[in-house]
């Protein structure tokens, strides 16, 4: 089945964090998680099949951060090519019927000019090799998550277009102020979400930055703004520090679970987990809706 068609026949449950999950895996604070497709592809192999077990409907390859831009910074001698099409082949390994592959883009490792460096069309060129790569490797899906500048999402949706026909889902990152939700550049969720669309994504919404039940009321705003399918990936609440000097997520999978389904409720057709969240809040969310 078509994944807009899944969506329109009964909604999509994504996977869940995948840096998190590597860090519990061994990756080290720093290091390029992607550089694990080809250095350790077992590892990024077992967090895909527990997601799929779990009852995930789409899994994000690890393809996050591996724009050209963003390795160059990093200083990564591995290729951009090598990296993507690796990070594309371990999700469509792990995935069986019925389930998806989304080819992950968001990260250029700067911002663009003026508050950056990076030129609107250094960005354009570098997410439309990537697309390239992830295309040729063959996804149901492209995903622009985590931009906090939507900007960078316009020029990741025009490159994407640029070499695919693919569905793209497009989710921005949001701050709670007095006043509403914005972006960090003061965007209002209204007018984000409706650029996104006249762009051409086919789903949009939000992830990361804010837990779960703050995420309730953003969704609402959200799904009142578009009618196109809305996409909402919550962290298991807002990180805090151990007494160990660890970072944790203080949202457990009962208390996440029940702030996806109120979301559900909402009208929200696509959800799933961002920071902080397992293989098991997953399984909750797919036992309570």
Known sequence: MDILEKIKKNGLVFDGAMGSMLIS??????????????????????????????????????????????????????????????????????????????????????????????????????????????????VDVFIIETAFDINVALAAIKAIQ?????????????????KGFFTIFGNTPKESMRALAEAGAAAVGANCSLGSDTMVALAAEI??????????QPNAGMPETGKDKGIFYPEDK??????????KNLGVEIVGG????????????????
């Open 162 to 178: 640029q070499v695919s026909s693919k569905p793209i889902f497009c989710t921005l990152t949001f701050q709670k102020m007095k």
């Open 25 to 138: 895996k061994g990756l080290i604070d720093g290091e390029a998680s992607e550089l694990w497709n080809v250095k350790h592809p077992d590892r990024i192999l077992d967090i895909h099949n527990s997601y799929y077990a779990a009852g995930a409907d789409v899994a994000c390859a690890n393809t996050f951060g591996a724009s050209p831009i963003n390795l160059a910074k990093r200083g990564i001698a591995e290729s951009a090519e090598a990296l993507n099409r690796a990070g594309v082949t371990l999700a469509r390994k792990a995935s069986g019927k019925g389930q998806y592959v989304a080819g992950d883009m968001g990260s250029l490792g700067g911002m663009l000019f003026p508050q950056g460096e990076i030129s609107v069309e250094s960005a354009i060129d570098s997410f439309c090799r990537q697309a390239g790569f992830i295309e040729a490797e063959g």
């Open 274 to 289: 961002c920071c902080g969240t397992t293989p098991a809040y997953i399984r909750r969310i797919k036992e309570i809706i």
């Open 254 to 263: 009962d208390v996440f679970a029940e702030n996806i389904k109120k979301i």
């Open 223 to 232: 799904r009142s703004s578009v009618d196109l399918p809305v996409i909402i």
